[in-house]
């Protein structure tokens, strides 16, 4: 590697971990309630259980380390599943994942009439592998195995398919509908740490496999026959890879609900400084993504104040523009 | 592989073209299919009437309280059905030939969820509001909406030319801007409103009649030979940029012109119904696995998306007793298990 590019990676990185300070500190810097930097300050080292402590402490320090955590998952999970599937389009959701989550929290709302938070998180991870595991079983039940595109269009299936039924059980049922439409647009507010802790174990294993699996997909990129010949088992690579992808989809979704835009557009802003290798692009997508989701979250507090507006929304409106500038200006990285 | 020369050619005059029974008997059964599926679906209602009476009315006899029920209320229904049904499935058959990618479609440009920003909105802002305004005023916005955002897609991918990718990821960021609009108009109104939205942007075919059959019908008239007239670049554009360059296709004017025959397809379907889902997706896939060609085959993939939709409201209509289901919830539930069997049982993986 040439080592004006390896210096221009680790002052990238530099840069992604300082926006990523900045930003968290933003995070919980700001919000509708003004409070001041000393207030801050006070409230995350001296708590005396003023209000100030108290919002700071449990609304806006629990709400930026699980964007934080949520961030990198999408991110890296992005990164994954665009090279297990090559494919530009595959967001991380097309795993079956995100719609196989919210079949499930549907279906609890409305055969169980459960309408808290913190019991959709384990209806949403069953949803989400049980979804991925079909989706991985009927992607490569083919003679070639899981090929980019059975796995792709295996996924686009299991998706519709599970969206159809969310949509009929949403309008049968006005009240599974009136839940559903606010967990639908994937928030980051209101779910205190425990939310963060059920899931946690989920996503650091996620990562662990991810960035284990970086070699793996590397080789995958130049084709399977290519990857075979140089050794790769290419089955194995595979199953680790939806596996990690599983556990930081499903434990994002199961968080914070569908967020969408994320984790298809980070791998893509990420690729463009890191070029194609992923044992750089991992790394650089979870900070990119992670940052992304916090500064969305900010915006949305203030754009709308007193009210916020969703973080997937923000994301989506804000993001994209800047995301279509990149995409014009940047010679691309083909997949 | 087959191979080409090998395949027995027709020669009329100037014009000369390879044999292929599979695509031609994919029409021809699928034709037949959609006929009697069409057929059924007219005959069956709260005031059932038989398969011949249906045809006797057709071909233009039958009884005149017979002709009123199928030439007034259910023939426009599954007319429309057929047709946003096609339309849908040759605008995916054009996306996924352009972009090569098979997840490519109308969802993913930006121009279903243009038309449901469009749509929605009218339902959030005007909730009270219903009769002709609702009536004239959401396939107006839907289509303004589809219109514009996929304009928008192909404005903004326009740098020196077309290029699959970059148009494939600017239509994602502007999917994505279009959609969460749609989930934010969502929530912004009272639970009815969100209620009609949901059942706009699940696609339904409730209460269609003639005012709708005619403009997907015109559309469908002009914009499927136009097509079909460029057929011959969508086979050549599944090659790389370079190659198509060498086989002389001028690159830019032949995406161009597909593309927008593509958005206008979508876009006047998804204002006459609602983005009817996964049929853009799933038809053109289900197409060329049938016909074992190697890129979406146009004609079959119409037929396949116009049998998918009549054979979906069919069941909407009927399988849930007095209540009827929006038609976009079952071409998911009917369309993907069988793309499902069609990836389990596919031997040769055919590539976008």
Not at chain 1, 167 to 178: E, F, H, K, P, Y
Not at chain 1, 309 to 324: C, K, N, W, Y
Not at chain 2, 297 to 302: E, V
Request: contains cysteine; positive net charge; proline residues 5%.
């Amino acid at each position: 590697m040439a080592p004006r590019q390896r210096r221009r990676r680790l002052v990238g990185l530099a840069l992604l971990v300082l926006g990523l300070a900045v930003a968290t500190i933003a995070s919980i810097a700001i919000g509708s309630k003004e409070i001041a930097f000393d207030g801050v300050w006070h409230a995350l080292t001296s708590p005396t259980g003023l209000e100030d402590d108290v919002v700071i402490r449990e609304l806006r320090v629990p709400r930026t380390l699980l964007g934080i955590a949520v961030g990198i998952a999408l991110g890296v999970g992005g990164a994954l599943m665009q090279g297990h599937t090559r494919n530009p389009l595959a967001d991380p959701g097309i795993l079956g994942v995100t719609h196989g989550a919210a079949f499930a929290v549907v279906l609890a709302i409305f055969t169980l009439g459960i309408t808290s938070l913190n019991a959709y998180v384990w209806f949403a991870f069953l949803g989400a592998f049980v979804a991925s595991g079909v989706v991985f079983l009927l992607g490569s039940s083919g003679r070639a195995g899981p090929t980019p595109v059975t796995l792709a269009l295996a996924g686009a299936a299991v998706s519709a398919l599970m969206h159809g039924l969310v949509s009929a059980l949403v309008l049968v049922d006005r009240q599974s509908l009136d839940a559903f439409r606010f967990w639908q647009v994937g928030a980051v507010a209101g779910r205190g740490l425990d939310v963060l802790f059920q899931v946690l174990p989920f996503l650091g294993l996620g990562l662990l496999l991810a960035l284990a699996n970086a070699p793996g997909v590397n080789a995958l990129a130049l084709g399977e026959d290519v990857a075979r010949s140089l050794g790769q088992r290419i089955v194995q690579t595979r199953i680790i890879g939806i596996t990690a992808i599983t556990l930081l989809i499903g434990g994002a979704v199961a968080a914070c609900g569908p967020i969408g835009f994320l984790g298809l557009v980070v791998p893509h802003a990420a690729r463009a400084i890191t070029g194609p290798d992923y044992r750089w692009l991992i790394p650089y997508s979870g900070l990119l993504g992670a940052a992304l989701l916090l500064v969305a979250d900010v915006l949305g507090r203030i754009v709308a104040r007193p009210a916020e507006l969703e973080v997937g929304i923000m994301m989506a409106v804000f993001g994209a523009p800047f995301f279509i500038v990149l995409v014009r200006r940047k010679k691309l990285v083909k997949l | 592989m087959s191979v080409v020369g090998a395949r027995r050619g027709v020669r009329i005059g100037p014009f000369s073209w390879p044999v292929r029974w599979r695509p031609l008997l994919l029409v021809v059964v699928g034709s037949a299919l959609l006929v009697l599926v069409m057929a059924v679906n007219i005959g069956l209602g709260d005031f059932p009437i038989t398969l011949g009476q249906v045809f006797d009315v057709l071909l233009g006899g039958g009884e005149t309280r017979h002709q009123f029920i199928v030439l007034d209320l259910r023939l426009p229904r599954s007319l429309t059905a057929v047709f946003v049904g096609a339309a849908l499935a040759l605008a995916g058959a054009i996306f996924q030939s352009i972009a090569r990618n098979p997840l490519a479609s109308p969802d993913i440009l930006g121009v279903t969820w243009g038309a449901s920003v469009g749509a929605v909105s009218v339902i959030t802002f005007t909730g009270a509001l219903t009769g002709s305004v609702a009536e004239v005023g959401i396939p107006l916005a839907a289509l303004g909406g589809g219109f514009f955002f996929g304009l928008l897609v192909y404005v903004l991918a326009w740098r020196k030319g077309i290029e699959g990718f970059r148009m494939v990821l600017v239509g994602v960021g502007i999917a994505a801007i279009a959609g969460n609009l749609t989930t934010y108009l969502l929530t912004v109104g009272d639970v009815t409103d969100a209620g009609r939205a949901m059942v706009w942007i699940t696609g339904s075919l409730n209460g269609r009649g003639w005012e709708h059959v005619v403009p997907v019908g015109i559309a469908l008239a002009v914009l499927m030979p136009a097509a079909f007239v460029c057929a011959h670049l969508l086979g050549a554009l599944q090659f790389g940029d370079d190659t198509v360059r060498g086989l002389g296709v001028r690159l830019n004017g032949a995406r161009s012109v597909l593309l927008l025959i593509g958005i206008a397809l979508a876009s006047v379907a998804t204002a006459a119904s609602g983005p009817i889902a996964f049929v853009a997706l799933a038809a053109p896939q289900v197409a060329v696995r049938l016909a074992a060609t190697a890129t979406p085959p146009l004609l079959g993939s119409a037929v396949v998306g116009g049998l998918l939709v009549v054979g979906s409201d069919l069941i909407a209509r009927t399988a849930f007793g007095g209540f009827e289901m929006p038609v976009g919830v079952v071409t998911a539930v009917l369309g993907a298990p069988y793309l499902m069997y069609l990836l389990i049982r596919g031997r040769r993986e055919a590539r976008v």
